[in-house]
């Protein structure tokens, strides 16, 4: 039995060299492959018989077997790309995807939309990630990362801001006529606004001085866009009140007439705050920020308001927590997605599926969902990509040190056969 015994173990020698040769090309084959991991092949021994039974150490080996086929997970090397929807993971971490196979998870984050708006990947898994609300807030919600082909909403302004310095050298004689605004007032500026339906309005905000540290304020319109109104005139929307302390700063704002009643079938009386500043009593601010009164010209330093036109996407972006950013025909920035990453406790013991996914399994442990950069999860880059771990110089090295083990093992067996032969010959 012991001739015949080693050609088993010559055979089973073979058989684990033919398997860690079929790793290291395999290895060699993705080297070119995002996001692949490279693998080794990890060998054990067969025991044939114990010749002192449970005393132990004069046992007979059959030779060797692939024990184990374990990921070497380094990072691999993240190189930049020029394509919007190219993610990369730096750190522990998986991109988290849903198919008709259920969920699966990968390191490959070449991306891009299909023709129904999804983020898939070249296999057509979606993407998945953090949604975000109506208001572009993103929540812990999981879901399917798409972008909306509708237009946005309209929305109608509710909030004008405005940051202002009003002459405190002006006189206060003249008294303001609507019906020529421009000459009977100190000081006028135009914002922009916008009604229910996202139709754009020019505002034009008169201010005069009616006595030391006291101004008033009208808000007029073209007539013709508001109810009640003549074209060619313009027509008062809103009437106010500013009051300043002695330092400049903005004690009072005060809105005493509003009258936002634009026509086409917007909303009427559309409720608009006009905010000045952290006025010291309105506020109960500092009067640090916002409109002052000070000993120069009167000029319009900022201004911005909460409104916006329906509008399409125009462009679209990754940043590098993951967040997916739109950019709309309006103007508009709205944040619509955040990428969500899976952490395992034993990533190594993943199941393998195919085109750079893998599946939960019982040694890998659940996964742990959340966003890049906590709780131990890595960071994401946009625009780039994680390129493969395999160095073809040690891949290389291996497949020398395989082939000549498998050729090692091909000795046993020859050798084996002859020394049968031998024994054949015995009879003779």
């Known amino acids: 039995m012991g001739i015949l015994s080693s050609l088993y173990t010559g055979v089973s020698g ?15 084959a993705n080297s070119n492959t995002t996001g692949f991991k490279a693998s080794r092949a990890e060998f054990q021994d067969i025991i044939s018989k114990n010749l002192k039974g449970i005393l132990g150490g004069n046992q007979i080996g059959r030779g060797v077997k692939i024990g184990a086929v374990n990921p070497i997970l380094s990072q691999g090397n993240v190189d930049p790309t020029e394509k ?24 490959d984050g070449s991306f891009h ?58 006189d206060v004689n003249k008294k303001f006529n609507d ?42 319109v073209d007539g013709k866009e508001v109810t009640g109104g003549e074209e060619g005139a313009l027509k008062e929307v809103c009437r106010g009140r500013l009051t300043f302390n002695v330092d400049g700063k903005l004690e009072t704002e005060e809105m005493t007439e509003s009258a936002f009643n634009f026509k086409n079938g917007a909303l009427q009386n559309q409720k608009v705050v006009i905010d000045f500043g952290d006025s010291i009593k309105t506020d109960t601010g500092k009067g640090i920020e916002g409109t ?4 120069r010209e009167s000029d319009l330093l900022s201004w911005g308001q909460d409104g916006a036109s329906a509008g399409t996407i125009t462009n679209m972006s990754f ?18 997605a955040q990428i969500c ?8 013991g993943l199941f ?41 110089g040690t891949e290389f090295v291996n497949l020398i040190q395989a082939q000549r083990g498998f050729q090692s093992n091909a000795k046993t067996i020859t050798t084996t056969d002859q020394l049968l032969e031998e024994v054949i010959n015995l009879k003779r």
Request: zero cysteines.
């Open 14 to 28: 073979m058989t684990a060299q033919g398997e860690a040769l079929g790793v290291i090309g395999d290895n060699i």
């Open 84 to 107: 919007a929807t190219d993610l990369s993971i730096s750190g522990d971490g998986y991109f988290v995807l849903r198919g008709t196979d259920g969920e699966s998870f990968t390191r």
């Open 113 to 170: 939309f299909d023709k129904d708006g999804y983020l898939v990947t070249n296999d057509n898994q979606r993407v998945q990630g953090f949604e975000a609300d109506e208001k572009g807030r993103v929540i812990n919600k999981v879901g399917h990362i798409r972008f909306p082909r509708v237009l946005t909403p309209a929305k109608a302004t509710t909030s004008i801001r405005m940051e202002l310095n009003l002459d405190s050298r002006s």
């Open 179 to 220: 019906k020529d605004p421009f000459a009977s007032s100190h000081y006028s500026t135009g914002v922009e606004m916008y009604d229910s339906q996202g139709n754009k309005h020019l505002m034009t905000t008169f201010f005069n001085k009616v006595d030391d540290g006291k101004w008033e304020y009208v808000g007029m």
């Open 292 to 295: 002052k009164q000070y000993g």
């Open 319 to 336: 940043n590098d927590q993951g967040v997916l950013t739109a950019l709309y025909s309006n103007g508009e920035a709205r944040d619509l």
């Open 341 to 348: 990453l899976a952490k395992f406790e034993n990533p190594e």
């Open 352 to 392: 393998k599926v195919g085109n750079n996914r893998l599946k939960e399994s019982r040694e890998g442990g659940t996964p742990s969902i959340g966003v890049a950069g906590q709780a131990g999860r890595g960071k994401l880059f946009a625009k780039s990509l994680e390129r493969s771990t395999v160095d073809l």
